[in-house]
Structure formats: structure tokens, C-alpha cells
């Protein structure tokens, strides 16, 4: 039997990496592997192939995956993903802190270490009255996320406000197998051939209605070179967390949580009139470290408000 990489699927056949060799093969699989749950083999999972059957799928270290609520069901996109990198742009786009804390929320729940990239910062200087680099920088900081400065359009810059740049990104993904999340426009594409030293190119010659390329994948998939692996996996782009369960939200928040245990009522509401709210009546309203604590709060409070919305019963 050979160990093999599941590269892409399509509905009951798989494309294979054979890890020994690094031969591309089609396989599909044993009827019991597939019966009553699509989510039975997926992109990433690492299985045992005899005769092009795939005939066992290995333990997963962890998976993407999401909620499907009017189904209740757990869909899983793919697994075995090293490392989630966040990329937001500086200027336009717009930076919007509420979903790169989303992004964070569900590299929590899949179990994926985060990477932050701040991309188009060669245009920083024109929106400096916009975003402040280094309160974003140091809300990172704090949970212990790395932060990349770059310009997916112009390989040579150098970082000038953060210690990170494109040289030492590409040694945090070397021979890791990464999935790259962010609103549309920010420059993923771009930079993923950048990293990959032009090796992956997730965009077509085509150009959509907007002036935007079109991806040429639909599905999700592995792409790989010499030096790095990507998942393009369409289906997780959405921002929504309406899939996750209130009581557990906070678990996704660990500074969030840290505090929280020092609320004088256990169901504290967290809010500013909060009777004992650790983060209303101990912290310094003033001081910039409480600032940043802040500005996490505001978003768990902002997502479990959007969560409440559905009721946990549908979530089960």
C-alpha cells in the first residue's frame, strides 16, 4: 500500500499525491469511505492507496470546515492545514479590524496558527489617517500572531514600520501547506505568486466586470511548487459566523476570556453598565494597553450579538 495526499476531489475521484514518489494519480475509493457523509474524504487528508483504491483515510490533525445550519450539518472543506494567513490591504480596500478578528475566530476553532499580512503598504503613507499601523501591529502582538508587511505589486519593498517583510514570509511557509483568507481586492492572488516565486498563480488572464481576475479554481484544491503547498478553498470565503454556538464564542477569544474571569458575575454581558465587568471597572479606560484589550472586546461582543440570532437548538 502506498501513503498518498489527497491533492483535489471531484465527486467519487480523488487526485493523489504519492508522498514517496511525488506521482499525481486518480483514485477513488471504498464504498464504506464515502457512504452517508461527502465529508468522508477531503482535500488534505492524507490516506493508504492499493490498486488506485483509496482504502483508509490516516487521522486528521485538524480541519476547515463550517456549520451548514439549514442542513445541521458539519461541512468540511479540507484538513490538514499548517498555517492560516490573513491578508488584509492598507488602503483599498478599506482595513476592516472586525473581519481579520473573524479570520481569527475561526483559526481558533479550526486549530490552524494564524499569520497576519498588512499588504499595499507602499501606500500607507496616503492613509495613514485611516488605519494606524502599529495599534494594529501591537493588537497582534498581544495574542502572539506574527505580522508581515508588504506590497504584493512591487517584490523589492522593504518593511518600514514592522520587523517582518516578504523574505522572512516566505521562510514562515516553506514546505507548509497554508490556506490565504481576506476580502476581495486585498491582493491575495498577487502575493501568493509572489511568495511562491510565480510558481502558483490563482488567477486567470481574464478580467471580471469590476476589473477584478477570475479564479480558475471552483473547487477547492492543494496547489503546489517546489517550496510551498496552498489550499484555494472557494467555499470558506464568507465572513458570516452565524454557525458558531454563543457559549462558545468567548473559548475563541483567549484574551477575551483571560479577562473574563474577572467579572464579578459569571454571565456578565460585558457591557459598560455591567455591574463588576472586569474590563468597565479595573482596567484604565485611558491607558493604551486597555485600548487594545478594547478594541478585541468591541468585536466578541459585535459577532455574539450576530450569533444570538440563531438559535443554538439549530446549531446541533
Known amino acids: 500500500m502506498l501513503k498518498a495526499r489527497v491533492n483535489k476531489s471531484a465527486k467519487r475521484e480523488f487526485e493523489c499525491r504519492i508522498l514517496d514518489s511525488g506521482e499525481l494519480i486518480t483514485a477513488t475509493a471504498l464504498g464504506n469511505l464515502l457512504k452517508g457523509d461527502e465529508n468522508t474524504i477531503v482535500v488534505g487528508d492524507y490516506v493508504m492507496i492499493d490498486d488506485k483504491k483509496i482504502v483508509e483515510v490516516l487521522p486528521r490533525t485538524n480541519e476547515i470546515y463550517r456549520l451548514i445550519i439549514r442542513e445541521q450539518k458539519k461541512k468540511v472543506t479540507a484538513s490538514n492545514c499548517d498555517l492560516l494567513v490573513i491578508v488584509s490591504s492598507i488602503s483599498r480596500p478599506e482595513y476592516k479590524r472586525g473581519i481579520v478578528d473573524r479570520f481569527l475566530v475561526r483559526a481558533h476553532q479550526w486549530g490552524i496558527r494564524p499569520l497576519m499580512v498588512f499588504n499595499k503598504m507602499d501606500e500607507y503613507d496616503d492613509f495613514k489617517d485611516e488605519v494606524d499601523i502599529k495599534f494594529e501591529f501591537d493588537r497582534m502582538d498581544k495574542l502572539g500572531i506574527e505580522c508581515f508587511e508588504l506590497s504584493a505589486a512591487d517584490a523589492s519593498y522593504k518593511p518600514r514600520y514592522l520587523t517582518l517583510g516578504l523574505d522572512e514570509l516566505k521562510n514562515r511557509l516553506h514546505h507548509k501547506t497554508s490556506i490565504f483568507l481576506g476580502q476581495s481586492g486585498v491582493g491575495k492572488s498577487r502575493l501568493i505568486s509572489q511568495v511562491s516565486d ?68 459569571s454571565n456578565c454581558d460585558h457591557n459598560e453598565n455591567s455591574k463588576g465587568c472586569y474590563f468597565y471597572s479595573k482596567l484604565d479606560q485611558n491607558a493604551y494597553e486597555t485600548k487594545l484589550v478594547m478594541s478585541r472586546l468591541e468585536s466578541y461582543l459585535r459577532m455574539k450579538e450576530e450569533i444570538s440570532q440563531t438559535p443554538s437548538y439549530l446549531k446541533k
Open 198 to 265: 510565480g510558481k502558483i498563480t490563482l488567477l486567470s488572464n481574464e478580467v471580471g466586470k469590476v476589473g477584478k481576475g477570475k479564479h480558475t479554481t471552483t473547487w477547492s484544491e492543494i496547489v503546489d511548487c517546489e517550496t510551498m503547498s496552498l489550499i484555494d478553498s472557494p467555499g470558506i470565503r464568507s465572513f458570516g459566523v452565524e454557525d458558531l454556538l454563543e457559549e462558545e464564542l468567548i473559548t475563541y477569544f483567549p484574551d477575551i476570556e483571560e479577562g473574563a474571569v474577572h467579572c464579578k458575575f
